[in-house]
């Protein structure tokens, strides 16, 4: 079995084509895949995104800005996770979708929309939300980031966990194929160990 770790950026235009790549990896392996998505938020994701859309990094206003929407958009992802990580991934997708045109605030009317169309419970999703936010839900993620030297998104660390030992970061990931040949090379028997970033 294959566990595979997902960093994403949660604002993330650019970690679509990886977050595609995993979640056709994880239907189509033949060999079991699990997968845990992680959101990933620290300076340098903030910078990313804000050099992606040609903004000002330096911007204090602007990346708090930005901090708020990504935290938001994490705090979502994290609520829905408790009614299905497929659900999760679902309303992920559907919020990054908000930030498209470079416009930074986060809607809350469009996110509840989102709950509901893909069928979360809208009641628990909220408490969840409320009591995820007084806790300090997204510091596992970093802290798993700190120790797989994940500090830009999106990123891929995957691990044969027939072999505790053999694993595999592979920095940003949006070719499926790419993906494929790595994740069959590491299930190999004869398979080396490893740890590094391709």
């Known amino acids: 079995m294959l566990e595979m770790f997902l960093f994403v950026n949660p604002l993330g235009a650019q970690c679509r084509q990886a977050e595609a790549a995993v979640f056709r990896l994880q239907q189509e392996s033949r060999q079991k895949v699990d997968l845990h998505v992680a959101m990933l938020l620290n300076f340098q994701v903030i910078t990313d995104i804000l ?32 009614q299905g990580n ?30 509901s169309g893909y ?17 300090r839900c997204l ?20 691990f044969d966990t027939a072999s505790l030992d053999a694993g595999v970061k592979l920095g940003n990931t949006r070719n499926y194929q790419r993906l494929k040949a790595v994740c069959e090379k590491l299930a190999e028997p004869t398979s080396p160990s490893m740890l590094h970033v391709l």
């Open 139 to 158: 510091d596992s993620d970093q802290h798993m980031a700190q120790e797989m030297g994940v500090t830009q998104a999106p990123d891929v660390v995957v």
């Open 51 to 82: 050099t992606h859309h040609h903004q000002d990094p330096k911007d204090l206003n602007l990346r708090n800005l930005v901090n708020d929407a990504a935290y938001q958009v994490a705090l979502d992802f994290k609520a829905a996770q408790l």
């Open 86 to 115: 497929q659900k999760a991934r679902q309303l992920l997708l559907g919020e990054q979708e908000m930030f498209n045109d470079g416009n930074f605030t986060y809607d809350p009317a469009f996110a509840m929309a989102l709950v």
């Open 119 to 135: 069928h979360l419970n809208q009641a628990a999703f909220l408490d969840d939300r409320q009591r995820l936010a007084t806790t």
